[in-house]
């Protein structure tokens, strides 16, 4: 299995099952598989933020978002600890 960082973005981006584009709803999943992706280090911040022209504040809110999903919901915490 090759090294995440040696692939394209493009290749990350598919790989993680992202959008290809900011022309896209961003539905409550989609918003968290890019933090996800950000925070894993299969992409970067300034990728995400360039691909699907986020803000930072905007970014920090789907962040906000997901952590305030995972405190209130025990049992997606239950599978995170699962997966890790």
Not at 36 to 60: H, N, P
Request: glycine content about 2%; hydrophobic content about 35%.
């Amino acid at each position: 299995m090759s090294d995440a960082r040696t692939l394209s973005i493009a290749d990350r981006i598919k790989s993680a099952g992202l959008p290809r584009s900011y022309d896209v709803h961003w539905s409550a999943q989609r918003k968290e598989e890019v933090v996800k992706a950000v925070r894993e280090q299969l992409i970067t911040f300034d990728e995400a933020r360039w691909r699907y022209l986020l803000s930072r504040r905007e970014f920090d809110e789907w962040e906000r978002d997901v952590d305030r999903k995972k405190s209130t919901n025990p049992a997606a915490k239950s599978r995170e600890l699962e997966s890790a």
